[in-house]
């Protein structure tokens, strides 16, 4: 399949691995890059911090909306998720353990984030999805199992976003609040699709958190 992301790059930015304290891997949004989500970087760096960001295969981690029968987004969803994996076990491998590893992406991104968090839970440094939702059908609404361990969690959306539906995110909310997650939900009244200041302070200061620990 050609739009699978195994083979694409991954971009690194803030200190070496070997010198990290923590890591953040950040997912970019649909028709967006790595390098546009590593501008966030540093807004959010504290000099302590590794980021990668991998790029997907032609700029899209899966074909249809996060809303869309899971089934449709695949076998691109299972390869997006799996990348993600992977670079866990590559932070791993370097020497930092996941409760050091924070999940941060936006719109697609973000819906990446949060849905590889929920079927792979355990304790993360953190996960922030701005402006994104858990990926499953709303007429068919899964069910998640495990526990995240009280990881520091951050949902930021409008509650006017064209692309995720305010309901969505709400329930992404208390779903993960019902597998253990610390969960934030920020409401932006009349927000576009972007990612704003205070978003960034939330993310900040979680990641402080992990650093000092």
Do not use: K
């Not at 991954?10 to 070997?18: D, I, K, R």
């Not at 361990?149 to 064209?162: I, N």
């Amino acid at each position: 399949m050609q739009n699978l992301h195994s083979t694409q790059a991954v971009l690194a930015a803030g200190v070496p691995l070997e010198q990290a304290r923590a890591a953040v891997i950040m997912l970019h949004g649909r028709g967006a890059s790595a390098q546009d989500i590593l501008t966030l970087a540093p807004e959010i760096d504290l000099g302590e911090l590794a980021f990668l960001a991998p790029q997907a295969a032609n700029n899209a981690w899966y074909p249809q909306r996060f809303i869309a029968p899971v089934a449709q987004n695949e076998p691109w969803l299972t390869a997006a998720l799996d990348r993600v994996g992977a670079l866990i076990d590559h932070l791993n491998a370097a020497g930092l353990p996941t409760e050091r590893i924070a999940l941060l992406g936006f719109s697609q991104g973000a819906c990446l984030a949060l849905e590889y968090a929920a079927r792979n839970p355990q304790r993360y440094g953190g996960l922030f999805a701005l402006s994104g939702a858990l990926i499953e059908n709303g007429d068919q609404p899964r069910t998640y199992s495990g526990s995240l361990a009280a990881t520091p969690t951050f949902l930021g959306c409008s509650d006017v976003d064209f692309h995720i539906p305010l309901e969505r995110v709400q329930r992404s909310s208390e779903l993960l609040r019902g597998i253990g997650a610390n969960v934030t939900e920020q409401i932006y009244p009349g927000m576009g699709h972007t990612v704003n200041a205070d978003e960034i302070a939330h993310v900040r200061a979680v990641l402080e958190q992990i650093a000092v620990a």
